[in-house]
């Protein structure tokens, strides 16, 4: 039986790493390009609505779809490890770098965007009721933004990275070190920027619209790309 084997194995988390992948990022997408503009320019009482019936539920295949890809995808890293010669050619690299930068978007999800969405959620909710309206909504919803946007730049190097780590030989670091001290300290500012950040201001005001956040994503995959370049042996 082909899948009752150790590839069979791996097969099937890669199986659910896609699955869940394409939940996760399609839901991520749907917010960002579909979502938020259509609530900038839709009626108070249509808003209303969506963010408590719709938007939870979104939220909710979304969250779960983060913690389904991130966990099939550290078991495949766990278990190919395991198979030895896990950085001795590019894929290890790639695979990593790829896997750091998801790590760090399931971590926006469930730390940033969730919490305070819940927030934003209870707030209409509320109001709707005629219970007074939460002073702290309107900041939590700009934050979760945020976030959500720096996700959505995230995850353009992230798939390259991904997708190149099997499909295209990038260079071996000549320096683990250096490397990774470079590649973490990018993703460092990126995420005091999602975290403390004002939005619409300095490094956050290309996210504030669709164009500048695409643009932002893929030169921040060219960065990453042009680094394991310099880094060439
Ligand atoms: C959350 C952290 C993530 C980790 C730790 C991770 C880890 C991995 C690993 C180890 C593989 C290699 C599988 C193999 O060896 O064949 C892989 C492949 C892949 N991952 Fe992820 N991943 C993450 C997030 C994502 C996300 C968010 C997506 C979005 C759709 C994604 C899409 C893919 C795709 C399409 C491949 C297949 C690449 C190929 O054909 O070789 N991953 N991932």
Do not use: C
């Not at 209303?48 to 099939?72: D, H």
């Not at 946007?149 to 798939?159: A, H, Y």
């Not at 460092?188 to 300095?202: D, R």
């Amino acid at each position: 039986m082909a899948l009752a084997s150790s590839e069979g194995w791996l097969f099937l988390l890669r199986w659910i790493h896609f699955l869940a992948g394409i939940t996760w990022i399609g839901l991520l997408y749907y917010f960002n390009f579909v979502q938020t503009p259509f609530f900038a320019e839709t009626e108070a009482p249509v808003r209303s609505g969506a963010i408590q019936k719709l938007v939870p539920r979104a939220l909710w295949w979304f969250r779960w779809g983060a913690m389904f890809t991130f966990l099939s995808g550290w078991l495949i890293i766990i278990q190919r490890s395991h198979q030895g010669g896990f950085f001795a050619g590019s894929y290890g690299w790639a695979i990593f770098l790829g896997g750091l930068l998801g790590t760090l978007m399931w971590a926006n999800v469930w730390f940033v965007i969730w919490p305070n969405q819940k927030v934003v959620i209870q707030n209409a909710v509320d109001t709707a009721a005629g219970r007074p309206a939460n002073p702290a909504a309107a900041a939590a919803g700009a934050r979760g933004g945020l976030a959500s946007r720096t996700n959505t730049v995230l995850s353009v190097p992230m798939l390259f990275f991904m997708g190149a780590a099997s499909h295209l030989t990038l260079p071996v670091p000549r320096s683990g070190l250096i490397f990774w001290i470079v590649a973490l300290l990018v993703m460092f500012v990126i995420e005091v920027n999602a975290l403390k950040g004002t939005p619409g201001q300095g490094l956050a005001k290309p996210l504030a619209t669709v164009k500048g956040t695409l643009w932002a994503g893929f030169i921040l995959a060219l960065v990453y790309y042009a680094w394991f370049e310099a880094m060439r042996a």
